[in-house]
């Protein structure tokens, strides 16, 4: 900003700055979240979705077609009705078959409920464990209750 150099940041006058190479401390804590969200959502948030009645459904997929899959990838994952005839001529099979495999393919990247659930589960146990922390560090400052 104007008007402010980095000598205003010297510690003085009992005033402490943050320095830049304390963020490197933050390094160790992101992979520590990731080791925790992994083994949280592997290790108890499965066995608990299986205890709710929530079942990992297996997805169908289609047939593998180089044709469809580079289309797919490339031009329209819905393609119309006229794209969906000149592709089963491509392809040499039905307009049913081309239909059933662009809507099996589109369905592998719709995740499963149980993929939401985990994605879930770690959200909400982040957020509780942040608040609870944070309760518990400012519960006795004298600004947590203004």
């Known amino acids: 900003p104007i008007n402010v150099t980095w000598a205003d940041f010297v510690d003085r006058d009992g005033l402490v700055f943050p320095k830049p190479h ?5 390094i160790p804590y992101a992979f520590v979240l ?3 969200r992994f083994f949280g959502e592997r290790y108890v948030a499965i ?3 299986k205890a709710l009645g929530i079942k990992n459904v297996r997805r ?3 047939q593998p077609n180089p044709v ?5 990838r490339e031009c329209s994952k819905h393609p119309s009705q006229s794209e969906i ?3 089963a001529k491509k392809c ?3 307009v049913r078959l081309v239909e059933k495999w662009f809507r099996r393919r589109r369905n592998l990247e719709i995740p499963t409920v149980l993929r939401k659930f985990q994605e879930a589960f770690w959200r909400f146990s982040f957020y509780l464990a942040s608040s609870i922390a944070g309760f518990i560090f400012l519960y006795d ?3 947590f209750y203004d």
Do not use: D, H, M, R
């Open 22 to 26: 304390q963020l490197y401390a933050t």
């Open 34 to 36: 990731l080791i925790i």
């Open 47 to 49: 066995p608990l979705a």
């Open 60 to 62: 169908v997929k289609p």
């Open 68 to 72: 469809l899959e580079s289309y797919f």
């Open 85 to 87: 005839q000149g592709l």
């Open 92 to 94: 040499n099979c039905t």
């Open 141 to 143: 400052k004298p600004w």
